[in-house]
C-alpha cells in the first residue's frame, strides 16, 4: 500500500492524498486488475485567487485511473473539488456517510454558485483591459452529476475497494465525519479527516479505530490548547448578557454546517436554563437553514443528550429563534436597535452576510463579535481575532470598537492536548503522518508525539510513502 500526500500538507485546505494497494500486481505489469488506486478526499484549496485556481485546476494524477473517493466530510475543503475530477475523467464512486452525503450536496451547489459570482465578478474587470473571460472551476450541472457519484455507506459497515477493505468510524467533528480505515495488503491505514473534540455538543466522541501501521491525521490545533468544554456554554451565555445589558448586539461568525448549529443548540440551551434573556436571535445564512434541515434528518449522528432533547423538542429551534433566507429580511436586521444575536457566515468574516453586519456595527461599542471557529491567515476573523484597530470591510476603513470574545473551545477541531489523547488510545500505531495544519500546527504535533515515542512525520506535498510489508 502507497501513500501520495497531494493536498492539506504544511497548510489547513484542500485536503487530497492518493491510495494506492495492490502494488506487486501493479508493478510486475499485470494492469491494475489486482490492486485499487483511490482518494482519501478531494478538497478545494482556499487561498489567493490565481494560486487556488491553479491548484484546484490541475490534478497531479489522472483522473480516469482512479477507482474511487472516499470523502471523509463535508467541507469544503474536503469535497469541494470533486465535481473537478468529473471534469477530467473519473468514472468511479464517491464513498462516504449517509449524512455526509447530503450536506456534501448543499456545499458542492453552493460552491458552484460562489465560483459562478466569481468568475463574473472578475471577467468583468478583465474585460476593461481586453483580458479574455475566466470560467468558473465547475457548474451546478457538474455538481449533479457528482452528486449522482455518491455511494453512501453507514458508519462500521465495511466495504470493499478492489483488494482494500473501506470502514468508517466517528469523527465526531461535523454530521457524518467520519474517521477512515483502509485494510489491504497485510497493513492498516488510518485516516482522520478532521477530528472532533470530546464532549462536544450534538455529535457522539470520535471514535478509536483498530490498531494502524498507519495513520494520517489531522493537525489544525497542533500547536494550541482550547479552553474546556465545560464552561464553553457559560462563558457564551455571560457574553450575550452583557452585551445585551449595555444595548448592544451579538455578532458571531459561523460556517452554515456545523458551526451554526452548535451555536443554536447552546443558545437553546442557555435559554431552557434561563441564563441568557430571550432577546432576538437569528441565524442569517440561506445555506444555514438547509444545512439544519439536513441536520434533523439525521438523528443517527446525534449523541444521547440531543437524541433525549429531541424526544419532545426541536433542539435547533426555539421561540424568538428565527431563521432568514431573504436579503431583504437580512438588510432589515441593521434598523434594530435594541440587542439581539444574529449567526451569519461566513466564519472568517471574508463574505458572506456577517460582512454587513460588521460593516454596520464593528464601530459600535455596545456590540460583541464572537469568535467560535479556526480563523486563517490572511481573514478578516483573522485580524479581527489578532486585536487590529481598523479594518477594510467593502474596501472601506472602518475603526474597531466593538468587543472581541474568542470562544475557540467551540472548535469543531480537538486541540494538541485532545490530539495527542485520542492517539493514545488507538491499540497500536506504526507512523504517524501529521497534516491538515499551518505548518506550525504540524511540526509542534509531529514532534509532540515524537516525545512520547511515536514515528511522526511532517510530509510535504506530492510526497510518496509505502505501507507496504517489509
Ligand atoms: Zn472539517
Ligand atoms: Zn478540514
Avoid at 396 to 418: K, M, N, T, W, Y
Wanted: hydrophobic residues 40%.
Amino acid at each position: 500500500m502507497r501513500i501520495t500526500f497531494l493536498g492539506a500538507v504544511r497548510t489547513v485546505t484542500g485536503s487530497m492524498h492518493l491510495v494506492e494497494t495492490g502494488l506487486n500486481d501493479i508493478v510486475a505489469g499485470r494492469g491494475s486488475a489486482g490492486g485499487s488506486r483511490f482518494l482519501l478526499d478531494c478538497g478545494l484549496f482556499q487561498g489567493h485567487r490565481e494560486e487556488a485556481a491553479r491548484i484546484n485546476g490541475t490534478l497531479p494524477f489522472d483522473a480516469s485511473s482512479l477507482e474511487a473517493v472516499v470523502l471523509s466530510h463535508a467541507h469544503l475543503d474536503h469535497c469541494g473539488n470533486l465535481p473537478t475530477l468529473l471534469r477530467n475523467g473519473f468514472r468511479g464512486s464517491i464513498y462516504c456517510t449517509p449524512a455526509t452525503r447530503d450536506l456534501a450536496a448543499l456545499v458542492l451547489h453552493d460552491s458552484a454558485k460562489v465560483q459562478h459570482q466569481d468568475a463574473r465578478h472578475v471577467s468583468k474587470i478583465r474585460a476593461r483591459t481586453g483580458l479574455p473571460p475566466v470560467t468558473p472551476l465547475y457548474t451546478a450541472n457538474e455538481v449533479d452529476r457528482t452528486i449522482g457519484r455518491f455511494r453512501p455507506v453507514p458508519y462500521h459497515e465495511p466495504f470493499r475497494l478492489g483488494p482494500a477493505r473501506v470502514t468508517f468510524y466517528d469523527a465526531g467533528h461535523i454530521l457524518g465525519s467520519a474517521i477512515t480505515m483502509v485494510e489491504a495488503d497485510e497493513r492498516t491505514l488510518g485516516f482522520t479527516g478532521d477530528l472532533g473534540r470530546p464532549g462536544e455538543a450534538i455529535l457522539r466522541d470520535p471514535e478509536i479505530p483498530p490498531g494502524l501501521d498507519v495513520l494520517v491525521m489531522e493537525s489544525t490545533y497542533g500547536n494550541r490548547a482550547h479552553k474546556p468544554l465545560d464552561g464553553a456554554a457559560e462563558r457564551l451565555g455571560a457574553i450575550v448578557r452583557e452585551t445585551a445589558a449595555r444595548g448592544g448586539a451579538v455578532l458571531i461568525p459561523s460556517f452554515a454546517v456545523g458551526r451554526t448549529q452548535d451555536i443554536t443548540y447552546a443558545l437553546h440551551r442557555l435559554r431552557n436554563a434561563g441564563a441568557i434573556p430571550s432577546i432576538p436571535t437569528i441565524v442569517d445564512s440561506p445555506m444555514a437553514v438547509d444545512a439544519t434541515e439536513i441536520f434533523r434528518r439525521h438523528p443517527e449522528c446525534f449523541d444521547d443528550d440531543t437524541r433525549a432533547m429531541l424526544a419532545h423538542e426541536d433542539p435547533f429551534g426555539f421561540k424568538g429563534l428565527r431563521y432568514v433566507r431573504e436579503v431583504d429580511d437580512s438588510k432589515s436586521l441593521n434598523d434594530l436597535t435594541d440587542p439581539f444575536i444574529v449567526i451569519a457566515t461566513s466564519g472568517m468574516c471574508e463574505s458572506g452576510r456577517i460582512l454587513y453586519h460588521l460593516a454596520h456595527r464593528v464601530g459600535d461599542a455596545r456590540c460583541s463579535l464572537v469568535i467560535v471557529s479556526f480563523q486563517a491567515e490572511h481573514t478578516l476573523g483573522r485580524r479581527l481575532a489578532g486585536g487590529a484597530s481598523t479594518v477594510r470591510i467593502f474596501g472601506e476603513p472602518h475603526e474597531v470598537r466593538l468587543q472581541i470574545h474568542q470562544l475557540a473551545e467551540f472548535s469543531a477541531h480537538a486541540d494538541g492536548e485532545e490530539l495527542l489523547a485520542w492517539v493514545a488510545r488507538v491499540p497500536r500505531v506504526g507512523r504517524i503522518y501529521c497534516v491538515h495544519g499551518e505548518e506550525a500546527g504540524s511540526l509542534a504535533l509531529a514532534a509532540a508525539l515524537r516525545v512520547r515515542g511515536y514515528a511522526a512525520d511532517v510530509p510535504v506535498r506530492g510526497q510518496q510513502v509505502d505501507a507496504a510489508p517489509s
